[in-house]
């Protein structure tokens, strides 16, 4: 419990941030809706004239684009990505900074079990990413329905906007193996930037194919929005794949952080 | 009782580094010194105990019990300080200390005060801020706030002034009269000599010998090193006692170990143009300890 505490508040600074972030970027994108309901028509006219392959690549769906929840989908893919650069930051910090700042000793020395401290530091991410989302999904929930046009599911709504999450616990988790692997993290950020940037642009290759086997290389291409605005439901494959990476990962993790040798600074 | 009991412990990494075959015992409420140059496994050794690191074979037994399989329940009774201690930077020493403290299952409210006030240190500083120094004694108050049974010291002194490790050796022998055992590990012999009752000394990852200190101290070398006016027989020193014997020209060198009379009457009778005794440093004991024949030992 007392790890616990200490890494939700090392982390509270970082998920205030990006917390805020998320909800300024969706609050400026929910508030073109309204203006670009009323020019919906020209605006498809102009996308008509555009290659399906490019149309697909950029999450773009003319049958339902513009109603606001498809209007939605198009900042949540850039909301998603966001989102799985915090995770993926948390979760390949949470264990190398303590051999970063060299207070891994320091810890270890405690009577707690190598288990004991993941656990604690997992969950100190989970519950980190967790707020995040309630945070959004609260401040998203307010927009959409300041800018509605017209009636829509919020069922709906909410099981787009979890999507996110979903991604999110993806990228924790290859973020934590990553960090018990790897001996020492210099700079976070960019491990954490380059493998959420080329996981994102495998999945905007495997759009322009539109081949399905193509879409597991890619987390980002887990959640196929016009599927879930048509069908009221996730993929269940894609679910069990996402689920299957989570806990291989998670484990790998586990198995790994204990029995791996702590080499002094 | 053994509160240490070390047998064959190994443990290599990559090429140079690592330990081989290490054993040895340490007793309860005893000081006990480990020394050995940099590099020479003094860490790795520690770093086994603590479980930081597994061996690669051999075992050792802390409070009769394995020290990786029962783990987290040893070290509820073990304070370690390293040779360099990092903390979270942007923490406050007091809110360090309580989070050290809450891993322990006892109220150490006090015992941070005692300690924190005889080491000195200001409890409202940020680690951030703090020098080297006393970044070491946050090590110090650390290590001692749960009363622990054994204490484990890598190399403790560096970075404190001649005052403050006069007042911690003060605290460790205090320690000490109450019964808890000490496992000193220094590269400094004269550390070693004023604290501990019996010493380990490790090269190249392996067991030299394991002496009491006051047996080492009987062991009285010198240094001697003579320039003579002409040059010298090769073997005008090679007397009992003497070690590392060189000749070069006119400078002779060498490490002596005995009754000092002998070496002296042997260089009134040359002609000498100057003269060094020395206190041989560690590394030359520890050449002298090499080439010892294993049956003399």
């Not at chain 1, 909301?79 to 270890?108: F, H, P, W």
């Not at chain 1, 959004?136 to 800018?147: C, E, G, H, L, R």
Request: overall charge neutral; aromatic content about 12%; proline content about 3%.
């Amino acid at each position: 419990m007392n790890m616990l505490l200490h890494e939700l508040k090392a982390y509270r600074k970082s998920t205030i941030i990006w917390s805020f972030s998320l909800v300024m970027i969706i609050v400026l994108f929910m508030s073109f809706y309204p203006s670009f309901a009323r020019d919906a028509e020209d605006f498809k006219k102009i996308m008509e004239g555009y290659p399906e392959a490019i149309r697909n690549a950029v999450g773009f769906n003319l049958g339902n684009f513009f109603t606001i929840l498809g209007f939605y989908c198009f900042p949540l893919s850039f909301i998603t990505l966001c989102g799985a650069i915090q995770a993926m930051n948390i979760g390949t910090s949470i264990v190398s900074k303590e051999v970063r700042e060299k207070t891994a000793d320091y810890l270890l020395t405690k009577p707690v079990t190598r288990t004991t401290i993941l656990t604690a530091k997992l969950l100190a991410a989970f519950i980190s990413i967790v707020i995040t989302n309630v945070v959004y999904i609260a401040a998203a929930s307010i927009m959409v329905f300041q800018v509605k046009t017209g009636d829509f599911s919020f069922e709906l709504f909410l099981m787009l906007s979890l999507t996110m999450f979903f991604i999110q616990l993806i990228f924790l988790a290859f973020g934590i193996v990553i960090s018990v692997i790897v001996p020492k993290i210099k700079s976070v950020l960019t491990v954490s930037l380059a493998i959420v940037f080329a996981f994102y642009f495998v999945g905007m290759l495997s759009d322009t194919t539109g081949e399905d086997l193509k879409r597991y290389f890619s987390p980002f291409k887990y959640f196929d929005t016009a599927y879930i605005i048509k069908h009221s439901g996730y993929e269940a494959s894609f679910l069990i794949a996402g689920a299957g990476i989570i806990i291989l990962a998670i484990a790998a993790s586990y198995v790994v952080y204990s029995k791996k040798d702590i080499h002094s600074v | 009782m053994n509160v240490i009991e070390i047998k064959n412990l190994t443990k290599t990494y990559g090429k140079a580094r690592g330990i081989t075959d290490i054993s040895f015992h340490v007793e309860q409420g005893e000081i006990f010194g480990f020394i050995g140059p940099n590099g020479a496994g003094k860490s790795t050794t520690i770093r086994t105990l603590l479980s930081l690191i597994y061996p690669t074979s051999g075992s050792a037994t802390i409070f009769g019990k394995d020290c990786i399989q029962f783990a987290p329940e040893i070290k509820k009774e073990i304070g370690y300080l390293p040779s360099e201690v990092f903390y979270y930077d942007n923490m406050k020493v007091k809110d360090l200390l309580k989070y050290s403290a809450s891993f322990y299952k006892k109220d150490c409210s006090k015992r941070i005060k005692e300690l924190a006030e005889i080491m000195d240190l200001d409890l409202n500083k940020k680690i951030d801020d703090l020098s080297l120094g006393n970044k070491k004694k946050v090590g110090i108050v650390q290590g001692m706030l749960h009363e622990p049974k054994l204490i484990i010291l890598d190399e403790p002194t560096s970075g404190l002034d001649p005052l403050m490790q006069q007042k911690f050796f003060e605290l460790l022998e205090e320690e000490n009269k109450k019964g808890v055992t000490i496992l000193f590990s220094s590269h400094i012999l004269s550390e070693v000599q004023r604290l501990c009752n019996r010493v380990a000394i490790i090269k190249e990852g392996k067991i030299v010998t394991v002496e009491k200190i006051s047996t080492l101290q009987e062991n009285n070398y010198k240094k001697f090193k003579i320039e003579t006016k002409t040059k010298l027989d090769k073997n005008y020193f090679n007397i009992k006692g003497v070690n590392n014997l060189e000749v070069n020209d006119q400078i002779t060198s060498f490490i002596f170990k005995g009754n000092i009379n002998d070496v002296m009457k042997k260089i009134a009778e040359i002609e000498i143009a100057n003269l060094w005794i020395e206190e041989p440093d560690l590394e030359e004991i520890f050449m002298h300890y090499y080439e010892k024949e294993p049956d003399k030992r």
